[in-house]
Structures are given as structure tokens and as C-alpha cells.
């Protein structure tokens, strides 16, 4: 079976910096995907991750650790707009299909 | 270039009835998938379809089905609908890498189900 565990909600100010935790127990690793959706909007691609280490895009950068089943999305210099659920998702084992984590709300305030 | 197309974007049914969604599919994307998304449960996987042939399933009862045509457009249809099965519908569509996987997932807006 395949359970991907996350936050459920998260606050943050304006200028900081968050970091939003995924792990994941798999029946073999493909990769891994965060994407952002804002309320009653599609999904839309943030990052892959398929080997450890550190990719970074922007203010944006995601972490993969294989072998603790472990990933992470950092968020730097936090704007209003960034307020969204982030979805963390792993590639199964055909890879054919996403398994989603049941997403993280982020609330940014200023 | 076009993204995902879903229509209708919202749809109101009864109980027992049975609805059609359609998705088209970015152009030259070959594969579509279904997901359902509810408060509860987040996205869930329905299924998937690469040149008209289902490659993968995910845990829903029988009553969603899915199909591909040809041009690589693809409906799903419930039957027998419950009240449960209220929630937003995302299709997504992806190019296919060499070993056949998917690539990167392009969602569309989303059909909003509403079962009374």
C-alpha cells in the first residue's frame, strides 16, 4: 500500500520563511511532485524530485530523501499570494498515476 | 497553446441518476487521468488511459468508468450516483517518457459534482 502523511493546515507572516513536511511509505519510488492549488483553482506544478537532495526554483526549493521517505517544500520570503494548499505526491509504481497527500493549507498574513 | 479543458464546470444530479464529464487533453498530451478531490479525502485516483487503453485503476466501485477516444479526449461516467459522490472532478493529462511513465501532470479547472 501507499500512505503519504502532511500537515494539515499551516500559518505564516509575510517575508518568512515555511518549511511543509511530507513522508511517504511506498510500494517503490518514482519521484515525487509538489503542487500548489489556490481555492477553486486547478492544481498547478511546483517541483519533482526523483533523486536526494535539494532542487531549487525562486523562492521555492524542495528537499527528497529517499530513504527515509521523507521530502520537504520551502517556501522564502512569504507573500500573500503564496496562501494556497500545497499537495505533495508520489509517482506509483507503474508510473502512470499521482497518490496525494491529503494537502497542506498555508495561511499567509501580513 | 491550450490547457486542459473540463466541461461542464459545474453539474447538479439526483440520487440514481448517471453523469458524462469530459476532458480534452493538452494537444499531443496522450495520457489523461481522472482524479476525485473532496475536504475529506483530498485528491483521490480514479483512473488512468494512454492510447484508448486503461493502464491503471484506482480503489472506486464499479459505477466509475472511464474511456479514451481516439484523438486522446477522455470522459469518465458515474452511474447510480450517491450522495457521496458530491465532489470536484480534476482530469490531468501528461506527455509519456520512454519507459512509459507519465511526465509532469497538467490539471484542468475541474467539474464540480453536486449529487441531491
Known amino acids: 500500500g501507499q500512505n503519504i502523511d502532511q500537515p494539515t493546515e499551516m500559518t505564516a507572516t509575510e517575508g518568512a520563511i515555511v518549511q511543509i513536511n511530507c513522508t511517504y511509505q511506498?510500494?517503490?519510488?518514482?519521484?515525487l511532485f509538489w503542487y500548489q492549488q489556490h481555492a477553486g483553482e486547478a492544481p498547478t506544478f511546483l517541483s519533482y524530485?526523483?533523486?536526494?537532495g535539494l532542487e531549487e526554483k525562486g523562492r521555492f526549493s524542495s528537499f527528497l530523501s529517499r530513504s527515509k521517505g521523507y521530502s520537504y517544500l520551502l517556501l522564502k520570503e512569504l507573500q500573500m499570494k503564496d496562501s494556497a494548499s500545497y499537495l505533495c505526491?508520489?509517482?506509483?509504481?507503474?508510473?502512470?498515476?499521482?497518490?496525494f497527500g491529503k494537502g497542506t493549507t498555508l495561511s499567509v498574513s501580513s | 497553446k491550450a490547457g486542459v479543458t473540463q466541461t461542464p464546470r459545474y453539474l447538479i444530479k439526483t440520487r440514481g441518476q448517471q453523469v458524462t464529464l469530459s476532458c480534452s487533453p493538452i494537444?499531443?498530451?496522450?495520457?489523461v487521468s481522472w482524479y476525485q478531490q473532496t475536504p475529506g479525502q483530498g485528491l483521490q485516483f480514479l483512473f488512468e488511459?494512454?492510447?484508448?487503453?486503461?493502464?491503471n485503476k484506482g480503489n472506486f466501485p464499479g459505477r466509475f468508468s472511464g474511456r479514451q477516444f481516439s484523438n486522446s479526449r477522455s470522459e469518465m461516467n458515474v452511474s447510480t450516483l450517491e450522495l457521496g459522490d458530491s465532489a470536484l472532478y480534476l482530469c490531468?493529462?501528461?506527455?509519456?517518457?520512454?519507459?512509459?511513465?507519465?511526465?509532469?501532470?497538467?490539471f484542468g479547472q475541474g467539474t464540480r459534482l453536486t449529487v441531491v
Open positions: 490531468a493529462s501528461s506527455l509519456v517518457g520512454g519507459k512509459g511513465w507519465n511526465t509532469e501532470a497538467f
Open positions: 505526491a508520489v509517482v506509483n509504481q507503474a508510473g502512470t498515476a499521482l497518490i
Open positions: 524530485n526523483v533523486l536526494d
Open positions: 494537444s499531443g498530451h496522450r495520457s
Open positions: 488511459y494512454f492510447s484508448e487503453t486503461q493502464r
Open positions: 511506498t510500494s517503490g519510488f518514482n519521484g
